[in-house]
Every structure is written in C-alpha cells, then in structure tokens.
C-alpha cells in the first residue's frame, strides 16, 4: 500500500528521469495556483512526495497544460506551460531531482509566438538541449541565457487532419503523428533531421487497423521498439493497439471492458521497469474523478495493470466533496487511550471508510488493510465513546442504502455488532444521528436523525438496542432539521441542542432522571435571528399574523412551561395509543393532526386551537388530555420573531 497518492483535478505533466530512473510528475489545475510533484518508482509502484513547501500556492495560476522533459546531461526537468500573467503569459521552471530544489526560469519577456498550448516536449540528443514542438517550429532551452531560441522552423506540409496524438522516438529523431485521415486514423512521420513529413499509413489499408477513437493516447515503448495506442472511454471495441515504426503494421488487445484499462492521461516510458506508463487523471468508464490522481496504469506489451491502491492512505483528513448535502466525517475523543478518532468517508470512491487518529499533534491513518473488517464508507453517520467499554461506537449514516450497522473501534481493529439476521427491534437506517454515551448507565443514547424523532439505549455488553417506554421519554424533541448530542456531566443528563424556526433550543434526557425536557435559555441570551425585515409591532392575534405573514406564518403548539414550541406538518408522524399502537386519523386544514378514540385509549385528543395536545409527540393519549392548555404560536419572517396569541 502506498504511503501516499498525489490529489488533482486538471493537468498533469510527466517525463522519465534516466539517472535515477523514476517517472517525474507536475500535477496542476486550470485557474489555480496549486501544484503538486511526484516521483513514481515503477518497480516498487510507490509515490514520493517531492513538492516544496515554498511552492504550495505559489504558482501563478494555470492557463493549459504543462509539459516536462528531462534533461540528463544537466540532470533537471524542465517544466513549461502557459500561465494566466498579463507581463509573461509563459512559465518556465526548472527541477532538481537530487536537490528537490524548484527554480523559477521564465524569462521577463516571452516571444509571441512561443507554444502555448501543451507542447510537445523531448530531449534532443543532436541538439543537447530539451525542445519545444509547436507548430512549424521547434524550439530549444537554453539554459544559460534563460530563453527558449528557434533551433529549426518545418517547411515540409504535415498532417491535414486533427492531430490526435504525438510521440518522439529518440533512436530514429522523428515525430510520430496519429491523425484524422479521409475516413479512417492515418499515421504520419516527421524526419527532424530532413524536417520532411512523410505519410506511413499502409496502402492497401490492412484488415486489423486502429479506428480514430483508438488513437487519442500514445507512447513509445523504447524496448520494444513500438507505440503503444489506445483510445476513451466512448470507444466502441475497448482495445489497445500497438504500431511497429519499422515494419508499419498495427497489432490489437483487447480488454473485457473500459474500466481494465486506461481512458487517457500522460503516457510515459518508464525505462527502468520497462513499461508504458499512464497517469490516468480521470476515472475509467463511468466513475467520476475524485480528487486524487485516477490511476497509474503499466502496459507490459501484453497487458494493462492497474496500481491504485484500494485506499488510498491519507496524512490529513481529507475534504469530503462526494456527497455535498451530508457531513462525510464523524468524531469521537477516546478518554483512555487520548485520542480523537476520526470516521470519514474517504475523498476517493472506495468501499471502506477512513479512519483516523489525533495525538494532539499528528494525524494517522489507521484504516485496516484487506483484509481486516472496517465499516463500509459512508455519509452522515455518528460517532461517540463508551468509557466503560473502551469502545469507540459508530452508527447510522447513509451510502447506496441506509445501513443499520454498529461497529465499535477499540484502537486497533474494527468488530461488527451487528447480528445476523437483524431482529425485528432494531433502530431503522437514518441520517444524521444524535449519539452519546450516558455513564450513569453506562450505554450510548441515540435520538433521531434527519426526518426521525425516536430515542434509543444501545448496551455494548449485552449487543443489544432497547427504547425507553413513553413513562420515561415523556414528550421529546421532534424531527430536528439540524441538532448535537451530547452529555452534560453537571446536569447529569444529555442534552440536545436543536436548530429550528431559525433558533437554537435545548432539551435534556436521562433514563434515570426522567424523561425530555426543554431547557430555558440562558439569562442575557441575545434575541433570536431576523429572517426578514420590518418595522412594524407584530401581531397579537391569529387573523393578524396570517394577513400580516402571508404565507410564510407556521403554526405551532406551545403545550406547559417545559415544552418548546414544534411545528404542526400533515407530512410528520401523529402520535401512537400507548395500548394499540395504532395511528389517528388526520385532518389537513390548516396543518392539524386530529387524535380518534381507539381501543384502549382513555380519552381522544386532538390538535385544534387551545388543545392540550403536543400533536408531534409520541405518548398515550391520556397523559395528553391531561397536560395545561396551549397558545397558538407563530413564527414570523416579517416580524423577525415567534409571536404567542392567547
């Protein structure tokens, strides 16, 4: 497993370094000023970070790809592209792979007609010098003066048709153009010595040739004298081809699918391992690019071989852009071991999320590899710590499905609590959990997450899930849009801080304390957040907030001194008889839940105008007729506040 993978998301440049014999990358994004190097040791399939740290955010922001070229008589890369700078719109760098040393080489005026785009860039033994090729011209280093001078301009015609690809063979000094031809993919040679072009495509066409879109990438396999071709992911025959400069014919391999082998991005020959190496930027076939570079493909004249490592090992947390709409990381501080243990989705797709460790000062990967058991990746999921287990517990969040798994992380290794077959009592899949540990009884309480407003005791020792009766929940928090949980040692219980109506409240729950209550806000609380402007005094009655609010005044139930305001929804769960479990019938005017006598109920309850019911709030119906009357409540945007009518 690698010890690290490079992260991009435009550009990538590479060249081969024949004295130490790794592959040299120059990673980059269009518009940005970041830019990362590595090197790839072919034979080992390891990265080695090689970016200086005066580097980061420096670079002048992008305009189009880079190009690199190594330099083995002065032992450097040479790295060059166009850059977003009205004084220079050029750049040139020069890096030393002994050093690690990066110079900045641009001269202060560059020529017009400098390539711009992405060049072609190779060394030229006859020359002694890296060369530039950009349309009639090439161009050459010269690293004494600081520019780049004409070395010859081609007056030969060349290709017509858009040129797919280019490759330079050193051993011949030619170029190598695969290019759009009259209804088929024609090959064309340019002799750098004579500065003729010469078209090579065979005549008769041969039966086995490569199409168009089989062309698009190429690489010169030096040691077996070939170039290597294959084409994207749109391609009808997913194949890759090779052409023989010496002989003109095509040979094909093919591969079972788009995703086996590489779709695009930089083609380089790795002369110490001996094979065609593809830093693929994006995703094969239909996945889409992560952040981190793709792929490193290796071609050995026979096969593609893919070296992404199933994780990716990451030294910080990464950001989580996968799933914008979910939070991708949960964390928990385990007391004995102090550590603060980290959960995350991982940035790249892979089945297994990422779990990581703080010290205080460093973060590690401690993500098991294959194939020790870990939790698969997913979003929105919890964490907390049980003390008395020394267990770091996880449950909830959501990937293709919404799991309902609990894995427990006790420093080492990941374990699965999860029985086989589920029982029937068990927590449904959720987003966006509340979990904490409670130590008076020494269990982790979950309560609710995105759209459920359910709480539930989970005792590590025994495996098991269990929700506390009505008696002790009493009438708790309902469906929060956004919340944390967590436990209060002073108040003995867990509290709750529930964002909703554009105000936090506060609730608290102990299963041996008793059951939800609201707690007040503190004294010199500022006032709750303005949605909107106004002037005028609000409303004291329900006809004035309704004309005074059109459409945008929500009413609520305020039900005793201890419960917080909740908004009535015909879209939200009605509250259950505690003896049949059955559900009311409801009545949508004006968003009101209407509670029918069933069997066993005592009483009937109903959520009109002055009811004594909490209509959200699970419970039995007699110990909501018994509860004090209630105040229409309403939340104004326009008077930037909940307005109570008697």
Not at 519 to 537: F, K, N, T, V
Request: proline content about 9%.
């Amino acid at each position: 497993m690698p010890a690290a993978w490079p992260s991009t998301g435009g550009y990538v440049a590479g060249a081969y370094e024949s004295t130490r014999g790794k592959v040299f990358l120059f990673l980059h994004d269009a518009g940005s000023t970041n830019a990362e190097l590595w090197d790839w040791d072919g034979n080992a399939s390891t990265f080695t970070q090689r970016t200086p740290c005066s580097f980061v955010g420096a670079l002048t922001p992008v305009q189009s790809g880079f190009s690199a070229a190594f330099d083995p008589m002065r032992r450097l890369v040479v790295i060059y592209g166009a850059v977003q700078d009205l004084a220079r719109d050029v750049a040139t760098f020069e890096f030393d792979p002994e050093t690690g040393a990066l110079t900045d080489r641009t001269p202060a005026n560059p020529a017009f007609n400098w390539p711009r785009e992405q060049p072609l860039m190779f060394f030229d033994e006859s020359l002694g010098s890296v060369v530039v090729y950009g349309p009639p011209n090439l161009w050459s280093w010269d690293p004494s003066a600081g520019t780049w001078t004409l070395a010859k301009t081609i007056t030969s015609m060349g290709p017509r048709g858009i040129i797919y690809s280019i490759v330079y063979d050193g051993a011949r000094h030619k170029l190598y153009a695969f290019h759009e031809g009259v209804g088929r993919a024609d090959v064309s040679e340019l002799d750098l010595t004579s500065g003729q072009w010469a078209l090579r495509t065979p005549s008769p066409l041969p039966t086995e040739w490569p199409a168009l879109a089989n062309v698009v990438n190429a690489g010169f396999d030096a040691k077996r004298d070939r170039m290597v071709l294959f084409g994207t992911s749109s391609s009808a025959v997913h194949a890759t081809w090779e052409w023989e400069p010496a002989t003109g014919m095509a040979h094909s391999f093919l591969s079972p699918s788009a995703d086996a082998m590489p779709t695009g991005g930089e083609v380089v020959y790795d002369g110490s391992s001996g094979h065609v190496t593809v830093d693929a930027l994006r995703a094969s076939g239909l996945a889409p690019n992560d952040g981190y570079l793709n792929d490193v493909w290796t071609w050995d004249g026979a096969k593609w071989t893919s070296n992404r490592p199933k994780h990716v090992t990451l030294p910080w947390p990464a950001q989580g852009w996968l799933e914008p709409n979910e939070p991708s990381f949960a964390l928990a501080y385990d007391s004995d071991r102090k550590r603060t243990v980290l959960f995350q989705h991982p940035r790249s797709y892979e089945a297994k999320g990422t779990t990581l460790e703080w010290d205080g000062t460093t973060w590690i990967d401690r993500t098991p590899p294959d194939p020790a058991p870990s939790p698969p990746a997913r979003f929105g999921h919890a964490l907390t710590y049980d003390a008395s287990r020394g267990k770091t517990v996880l449950f909830g969040g959501v990937n293709t499905d919404r799991p309902r798994d609990v894995w427990e992380w006790d420093g080492v290794a990941w374990t699965n609590r999860t029985p086989t077959p589920l029982p029937s009592s068990w927590p449904i899949g959720r987003s966006r959990p509340g979990l904490t540990y409670d130590p008076t009884t020494r269990t982790v309480l979950l309560f609710g997450g995105e759209s459920d407003d359910d709480t539930w005791s989970w005792d590590g020792a025994t495996g098991t899930w269990s929700r506390p009766p009505s008696s002790v929940l009493g009438f708790g928090p309902s469906s929060p849009r956004a919340s944390a949980l967590a436990y209060d040692d002073r108040l003995g219980a867990a509290v709750l801080i529930d964002y909703r109506f554009d105000a936090f409240e506060a609730s608290r729950f102990s299963l041996e304390r008793g059951p939800w209550q609201s707690l007040p806000p503190p004294a010199g609380a500022p006032p709750e957040r303005a949605l909107c402007s106004g002037s005028s005094p609000p409303p004291t009655t329900e006809s004035a907030a309704r004309s005074s609010c059109p459409g945008r005044a929500t009413r609520v139930s305020k039900c005793g001194a201890t419960t917080r305001p909740r908004a009535i929804s015909p879209t939200r769960r009605p509250c259950r008889c505690r003896s049949t479990g059955r559900r009311p019938s409801r009545s949508t005017k004006w968003g009101r839940w209407r509670m029918t006598r069933g069997a066993g109920c005592s009483s009937s309850c109903s959520a009109t105008a002055g009811s004594s019911s909490d209509p959200l709030a699970e419970g039995a119906c007699a110990e909501r007729a018994a509860r004090p009357k209630s105040k229409l409540w309403f939340a104004c945007a326009k008077h930037r506040r909940r307005v109570a009518i008697d």
